[in-house]
T-cell receptor, first 114, second 115 residues
């Protein structure tokens, strides 16, 4: 079965650079969530989208922005990167109104800021 | 807003012994409850979930959990663990209804299986 696809798997950036992470949800999943997991930490909710509109906002820094496109894939844009942004970034998807399969997570993008 | 407390950051258990990983939650509204497992350097895999109905839910890999509304708990259990169960386990909640349905995770419990 198709899963949530995230790219790239690994990314190394220098301080003050920008990064773009991509998430391709499971087909027919119209809701996408972004999470940040620091080393040894629990995942923290950043932001979510439903039908290309932002549906909820968590602890996302102002330096970050995200959007969902017409094909439901989503991109997380990160600017002025800081060392503390080094983390595993997960994307999750689900069909709105149906939690039977829970939230399906991708394998994550490991961002390292040096 | 909701919160999740996993009381044990680390639980060592001998192989083939039973295990219980504790999870308590706090919320001003009704919630859905989930347990996820994370193996080293991998993503989060859904073990089981409670949406409604029977308070005892069974998941993959022989795990089960019981929703206790009065104690606001959702403890995870397995009657006999295997070496391959060594992983980080996260309890999570999301609000019922509305748009604020991002998952709130607990800090995680590292299950260590000893031979």
């Amino acid at each position: 079965a198709a899963g949530v696809i995230q790219s790239p798997r690994h990314l190394i950036k220098e301080k003050r650079e920008t990064a773009t992470l991509k998430c391709y949800p499971i087909p027919r999943h119209d809701t996408v969530y972004w999470y940040q997991q620091g080393p040894g930490q629990d995942p923290q909710f950043l932001i979510s989208f439903y039908e290309k509109m932002q549906s909820d906002k968590g602890s996302i820094p102002d330096r970050f922005s995200a959007q969902q496109f017409s094909d439901y894939h989503s991109e997380l844009n990160m600017s002025s990167l800081e060392l503390g942004d080094s983390a595993l970034y997960f994307c999750a998807s689900r069909p709105q109104g149906n939690l039977w399969y829970g939230y399906t997570f991708g394998s994550g993008t490991r961002l390292t800021v040096v | 807003a909701q919160s999740v407390t996993q009381l044990d950051s680390q639980v060592p258990v001998f192989e083939e012994a039973p295990v219980e990983l504790r999870c308590n939650y706090s919320s001003s509204v009704s919630v859905y409850l989930f347990w996820y497992v994370q193996y080293p350097n991998q993503g989060l895999q859904l073990l089981l979930k409670y949406l409604s109905g029977s308070t005892l839910v069974k998941g993959i890999n022989g795990f089960e959990a019981e929703f206790n509304k009065s104690q606001t708990s959702f403890h995870l259990r397995k009657p006999s663990v295997h070496i391959s169960d060594t992983a980080e386990y996260f309890c999570a909640v999301s609000e019922r209804g509305g748009g604020a349905d991002g998952l709130t995770f607990g800090k995680g419990t590292h299950l260590i299986i000893q031979p």
